[in-house]
């Protein structure tokens, strides 16, 4: 018997898969009266996400394919490109419900602050693993860091599109964290940033309007409305939910509800259990994620296994949490599972960067047989 480290975490692909699928079945009866009504065909919105989705399946293998270690070199440069998308987006980038947050080609839209994120991650995790031993000086190591982090952060909420902007600085002071960089200097720009971060979120009335309603509850207003019938979606669906297709909520009574709000279709067509499956599949993603970044072979892999784990994890219990009413409206999608675009497609690319670096591990060592060797030419 002899052991081959080359298979990836089946795990992880497992619950990715699973959760794709979740998404074609939810998004296909959440979205055809809104499609029938606005394209003339119920399958029209269905239809799309089912090709972004194989889209989304090419990124992964692309990625699983190709060593993640070649991304180092690049980081940089990519980070650079995505800067540059995000300050034409700014000019030039179409306007969809007063924020301008896309790009589009012809028939083709693309969203730069997802590619944004996934940039920014790779260098952060270069930068972690190259500058180790100058992360504890201030200028030199730490100021360099927060430039990049800031310039970022700061084009994303200009758009406006303050929920991504807010969860790319979380994600990365999550990763500066992992890094080890000095809790003095995350604490000290933590102070500094949160009330600049708090000046902006009530800088704008619709967004005050949203914290509001958060915090009064109860009071039904324009900015809890979503939340309200989401939690309506979930109530119908009880225990073992009233079956698939059968939604009424997404009668026009939810809006998004094939998007942002698609968790709650899913509580009120498959119940308890079926959010709860979808939520475990999440926690399988979270827990193997960070077991491939303890047993990466360098630091960057985990670094990089560490930060993809930790944007996965948070887009889905923010997502799930403003659904259930638990945290205030935003309009951040639940990967894999909500409407696909821009964002299905990266994070799909995202898992696939992962995979690789789960095959380089020796976290699941497959046994090759004597026949198995025999077959191949090679010795047991």
């Not at 119920?42 to 989304?56: D, N, Q």
């Not at 995505?82 to 693309?110: D, H, P, Q």
């Not at 005050?208 to 207003?221: K, V």
């Not at 067509?269 to 193997?288: D, H, K, N, S």
């Amino acid at each position: 018997m002899k052991k081959d480290r080359n298979y990836i975490d089946i795990l992880t692909f497992i619950a990715t898969v699973f959760l794709l699928i979740v998404g074609i079945i939810v998004v296909e009866s959440a979205s055809a009266t809104v499609s029938a009504d606005r394209y003339g065909s119920a399958s029209w919105l269905f239809t799309r996400h089912t090709v972004k989705v194989f889209i989304g399946l090419a990124a992964l293998f692309l990625a699983l394919a190709v060593d993640y270690h070649r991304y180092q070199k690049i980081t940089k440069g990519l980070l650079i490109v995505s800067i540059l998308f995000l300050l034409v987006t700014l000019l030039l980038g179409g306007e969809v419900k007063g924020a301008t947050r896309w790009l589009r080609f012809g028939g083709f839209g693309f969203q730069p602050s997802e590619f944004a994120k996934v940039a920014l991650i790779l260098h952060l995790s270069s930068y972690l693993a190259v500058k180790r031993e100058v992360l504890g000086d201030f200028r030199r190591g730490f100021l360099p860091l927060m430039v990049w982090i800031g310039a970022v952060t700061v084009l994303v909420m200009f758009q406006p599109n303050f929920s991504t902007g807010a969860m790319i600085l979380l994600i990365s002071f999550v990763l500066l964290f992992i890094g080890c960089v000095r809790l003095p200097h995350l604490a000290g720009v933590a102070l500094l940033g949160i009330p600049v971060v708090f000046v902006y979120l009530v800088s704008a009335q619709y967004r005050l309007d949203r914290l509001l309603a958060f915090l009064h509850g109860g009071q039904a207003t324009t900015y809890n409305y979503q939340v309200e019938q989401g939690i309506v979606g979930f109530g119908n669906g009880g225990i073992f939910g009233i079956g698939p297709g059968q939604s009424k909520q997404r009668l026009f009574f939810l809006p998004e509800s094939y998007g942002d709000f698609i968790y709650s279709i899913v509580g009120e067509e498959y119940g308890l259990i079926g959010t709860l499956l979808v939520l475990a599949a999440f926690f399988i993603l979270c827990v193997r994620g960070f077991k491939i970044a303890r047993h990466a072979p360098d630091p960057f892999g985990r670094y990089l296994a560490a930060g993809i784990t930790t944007t996965i994890t948070l887009y889905a219990l923010v997502n799930a949490g403003v659904t259930l009413g638990l945290l205030p409206t935003t309009g951040l999608p639940m990967p894999f599972v909500s409407y696909g675009g821009s964002a299905l497609v990266f994070v799909a690319f995202e898992i696939g960067v992962l995979l690789n670096i789960s095959r380089q591990t020796d976290l699941h060592p497959r046994l090759i047989t004597m026949v198995d060797a025999m077959t191949s030419g090679g010795e047991a």
